[in-house]
């Protein structure tokens, strides 16, 4: 073998093992009620951790409110204000070693806010 093919060889190896190692995934869950949409994205890095981030938006006809409480099947739960746009964008947790979000996980997003509440399914996106 030339020396070019060895290290074309030694290049497709290292990056295979590179690819291999990689075994970051994404799960984003979403849903909507009549004033609400909400999205719940998780990354998990190489089946040991992960990283979630909540974006919530109103929808809804009235004006946006001043406040609200919210929780994800209590993982992630708080009181805040939205933007002008309505919207909240929550970095949630950052673990290693906790319970890692699956695929088949049933997440409901519950949101407070002027004596309303509305209860969200959020579903997996494939």
């Given at each position: 073998?030339?020396?070019?093919r060895?290290?074309?060889v030694?290049l497709i ?6 690819l ?7 799960l ?8 609400w949409s ?10 040991e951790?992960?990283?979630t981030?909540?974006?919530f938006k ?17 993982m992630v739960e ?5 933007d002008?746009n ?10 290693s070693g ?7 996980q049933?997440?409901k ?18």
């Amino acid at each position: 073998m030339t020396i070019k093919r060895i290290y074309l060889v030694f290049l497709i190896i290292s990056m295979c093992v590179l690819l291999i190692g990689c075994s970051d995934k994404t799960l984003t869950f979403s849903g909507v009620s009549e004033n609400w949409s909400v999205s719940y994205e998780v990354l998990i890095i190489e089946n040991e951790r992960e990283i979630t981030t909540a974006n919530f938006k109103y929808t809804g006809s009235e004006a946006i409110p001043d406040k609200i409480e919210y929780s994800l099947d209590s993982m992630v739960e708080g009181t805040s204000t939205l933007d002008e746009n309505g919207m909240l964008k929550i970095k949630g947790h950052n673990c290693s070693g906790c319970a890692l979000t699956t695929e088949e996980q049933e997440i409901k997003a519950t949101i407070k806010w002027n004596d309303n509440v509305d209860i969200i399914d959020l579903k997996l996106k494939k």
